[in-house]
């Protein structure tokens, strides 16, 4: 495991984070509750946010911040343009 480079309570501004999978970490909930950023990731990341990790009901974080997405989908978030594509992580649903 590589260690994480940054601590996250030190951002406080973001537009988004990007869940490959849905191995959500340490990382992802102190960016959204301190930022108006929305958490974009597959089905799977978005669930354990909701259902396993309860970040709506125990965090400082919104049900619209956890946005599922899906193969195809296109995001413009700023002046970026995101196109979600289909990947392969042996560790992940």
């Known amino acids: ?10 951002v406080q501004a973001a537009d988004a984070v990007l869940a490959t999978h849905e191995h959500v970490d340490h990382v992802q909930e102190p960016i959204l509750s301190a930022t108006d950023a929305s958490l974009f990731g597959p089905s799977e990341a978005v669930s354990v946010a909701r259902t396993e990790e309860e970040w709506v009901r125990n965090c400082d974080i919104k049900s619209h911040q956890l946005e599922t997405v899906e193969e195809e989908d296109v995001l413009e978030i700023g002046s970026f343009t995101i196109h979600i594509m289909l990947a392969h992580d042996p560790d992940a649903k």
């Open 1 to 10: 495991m590589i260690p994480v480079p940054f601590d996250p309570t030190d």
